[in-house]
Every structure is written in structure tokens, then in C-alpha cells.
């Protein structure tokens, strides 16, 4: 439980303390906040249905209020971890956090109603609840890099980031599931890490010992995997059963950290010092080093199947590719590339975005949705062993814009 009993004290007017000037940064947040709920409602009162544009106000107006009580109970945390003195602002990332908790209000607002754009004339209405998740994808990046680049990194922006983070896994995932894009069990994931805090505050309630869970960067990857497929699934490009193997593949390795993490703060599982269990080296070199080597030679061997099979008969691939493309030299010279370990993580999602424009049905070719599956886990695993490069690594297990410590 956070203790915000200091930063909650009333302030005097002329009052120039940083409690004060953080508790006047919270107004303006709260101003900002209804500025952005009324706007969109004017906005979509005209573009759209009348009742669905007050009905995402509301909606809208309800989440921004979770995003602002977070907000409030996050102010005492307001310092850096070296100094506990409370700063004067709340910094250029901190309110980027904020703009990115009401963009997920925003994406809220569309949720227990029709899609936008069934209205005649507003087509493009469609893309606009995933325009807003990928915007507020891009500024979890951004405000993480500009706080590290500054230095001016708070215990309020890691604490503040987590939360938007839960908040926006936890509003997307239940508007792409309520309009048909993802499948209803993906919700486990919108659930998780709620379900993980109130494992967590259980046990401090009753007593028992708690063990502090250290940031890994194998979690911020997958974690990003879930923002990726929710912002793909908002928008209308891929069809339901590509979203479904996408969903299925990319929550496995989530709901596992959960379950780990789990059963060592309740102490089942022993842990060194660099919280590690006996079996974790032994789990990680297998699926990252040789099951990489095994999807390769699977990948490797359907290709060259898909590609006699559309030799011996026309096949609708090439339908799929955007602009006439000609899909099976793509999918073959990626798959060389796959198989060498060559751009593999990247060469793995071109592949992927070209069967997933093939599978318009359950009833589709059972060796694209094989293709597919392949293809999305090798860009959890990486390439594994006997690869030639793999620069994708360092973005997706580094953090930008960290200065080493001198």
C-alpha cells in the first residue's frame, strides 16, 4: 500500500513546496483530463452516433478517473531512488505516462458498444480505436527513453508505468475480444497481473513473506509482444483465425512468468541471489538455443513444401499480398534467411504478415497455419544456436537511451 499521507496534506495558497507544486501538477492533470473526454464526445457527436458518443464519454470519463487516482497515489513516490526528497515537478515523461493513461481512456470509451464506423459514410471510424492503442504503444517507449536520456528517472514514473501498462493490457485485450478480433481465453492475460497484485497482498495481509520480483528484460520483451498483437488485432487487417494462433503463441510464455514469479514469492521455488531457480538455465537453453534450431528446420521444410505444392497447383497466396506482391519468392528467400540465422526475429515476422493474410479460414491449408505458428514462436525464441546474426537482440533485450554507470 503506498503511503500517501504527506503528499495528500492540504496546501495554502502561495504554499511553494513540492508537495504543493505536485499536488498543482495533479489539477492541471485532472483539467487535462476532462478537456480530452469533452473533446472526443464533440468530436464523435458528430461523426458518429449521438448515444455511442455519450456512452464513450462516460467511459472515457471512468477510466481517466482510475488513470488520476493512480495518479494521486503515486505523488509521495515522486523522487529519484538515490535521493528521497520529493521533486518540484513531475517531469516531461511522467506527464507522457499521463497522456498515455487517457489515450487508454479513450480506447475504453469504445468498449460494450457496436464498432465504430457501421455508421454509412464513417468507414474509417474502424481504425481509429487501433490508431489510439498504437500511439499509446509508441509513447511506452518513448517516455521510458526520454526519463533515462534526461536522467530524470522517479520511482513515480517506474511505479506509474507499470500501472499503464496493467491498464492498457487490461482495456484493449476486453475491446478486441468484445469485437470479435482476439479469442475470449486471451482475457487471462488482461487478468494476470491484477490476479499476480492480489496474490501479492494476500499474503502481506496475512503475514507471510513476500519476495521482491527483480525487472527482467525477457518479461519487458513479451510484454511488448502482447502490445504489438492487441494494436494488430484493433485494427481491420488480419483475419480472426491468424489473430488466434497469434494470441494463443504469444500468451503461453506470459501466463508462465506469472506462474513462476508466483510460486517464488510464496517460496516454492528456491531462488539464488540473482533470482534464478536451479532449472532456469536448463529452461532457458532449450527454448532459447535449441528449439530456435528445430523451428528453423521445420520452417525450412514447409516452405520448400508450400512452394512444390504451388507448383504443382495454382495457390491463392499471392491474392493475399498487398499490391500484387509476389508472395512465394518473399516467403522463400525468407526462409533461407530463417534458416541461417540470418535477421531470423525479423525475417520470422515478414513471414508471419504474409500468412496471416492467407488465413481467412479455419478451413485454409493446415501447412500455413503450421508456417505461422513457427514463425511467431521463433520471434519469441530468437534463432538459437548456429545462428549467423541476430542484431534484433539488443533492441529487444536492451533498454534505450541507458547510460552505463561510470
Not at 528484460?217 to 494462433?245: D, N, S, W, Y
Not at 494463443?248 to 506470459?254: E, Q
Not at 506462474?259 to 532456469?280: C, E, P, S, Y
Request: aromatic share 10%.
Amino acid at each position: 500500500m503506498l503511503k500517501a499521507d504527506i503528499i495528500q496534506q492540504p496546501c495554502n495558497e502561495g504554499d511553494g513546496t513540492a508537495r504543493c507544486r505536485l499536488q498543482a501538477a495533479w489539477w492541471t492533470a485532472c483539467v487535462t483530463g476532462l478537456l480530452v473526454s469533452m473533446a472526443g464526445f464533440c468530436w464523435l457527436y458528430l461523426v458518429w452516433q449521438p448515444i455511442s458518443a455519450l456512452q464513450w464519454m462516460l467511459q472515457t470519463m471512468a477510466i481517466i478517473t482510475v488513470v488520476l487516482w493512480l495518479l494521486w497515489l503515486g505523488l509521495g513516490k515522486s523522487s529519484s531512488v538515490q535521493n528521497p526528497a520529493l521533486h518540484n515537478a513531475l517531469g516531461v515523461a511522467n506527464w507522457l505516462t499521463i497522456g498515455r493513461g487517457f489515450l487508454i481512456a479513450a480506447l475504453g470509451g469504445f468498449m460494450f458498444q457496436e464498432p465504430p464506423g457501421s455508421v454509412a459514410g464513417a468507414n474509417w471510424l474502424i481504425w481509429v480505436p487501433g490508431a489510439i492503442y498504437i500511439i499509446a504503444a509508441f509513447l511506452d517507449y518513448v517516455d521510458g527513453l526520454l526519463a533515462r536520456v534526461m536522467r530524470s528517472e522517479t520511482r513515480l514514473g517506474e511505479w506509474l508505468d507499470t500501472q499503464i501498462d496493467a491498464l492498457g493490457l487490461l482495456v484493449a485485450p476486453v475491446l478486441a475480444i468484445g469485437h470479435g478480433r482476439l479469442p475470449f481465453y486471451y482475457i487471462v492475460v488482461s487478468l494476470a497481473y491484477y490476479v499476480f497484485q492480489a496474490h501479492i497482498g494476500h499474503r502481506e495481509k496475512n503475514n507471510k513473506g513476500v519476495i521482491k520480483i527483480k525487472p527482467h528484460p525477457a518479461k519487458r520483451m513479451i510484454a511488448g509482444f502482447q502490445m504489438g498483437l492487441v494494436a494488430v488485432a484493433l485494427l481491420p487487417i488480419f483475419p480472426r483465425p491468424a489473430l488466434t494462433v497469434a494470441a494463443t503463441i504469444f500468451m503461453i510464455p506470459l501466463l508462465a512468468g506469472f506462474i513462476r514469479d508466483a510460486l517464488v514469492i510464496a517460496g516454492h521455488v528456491k531462488v539464488n541471489h540473482l533470482q534464478q531457480t536451479r532449472w532456469d538455465r536448463h529452461v532457458d537453453f532449450v527454448l532459447t538455443q535449441l528449439l530456435p534450431v528445430f523451428l528453423r528446420l521445420v520452417i525450412c521444410a514447409t516452405v520448400i513444401f508450400v512452394i512444390y505444392d504451388a507448383a504443382v497447383a495454382v495457390t491463392a497466396l499471392d491474392a493475399s499480398m498487398p499490391l500484387g506482391l509476389p508472395a512465394l519468392p518473399i516467403l522463400a528467400g525468407a526462409g533461407v534467411m530463417i534458416a541461417l540465422g540470418f535477421l531470423a526475429r525479423s525475417m520470422a515476422l515478414l513471414m508471419g504478415i504474409i500468412l496471416a493474410g492467407t488465413l481467412m479460414t479455419w478451413d485454409s491449408p493446415i501447412c500455413n497455419f503450421l508456417l505461422l505458428a513457427c514463425a511467431l514462436t521463433l520471434m519469441l525464441t530468437g534463432s538459437g544456436l548456429g545462428s549467423l546474426w541476430q542484431p534484433e537482440n539488443k533492441l529487444l533485450w536492451e533498454r534505450q537511451g541507458k547510460r552505463a554507470r561510470l
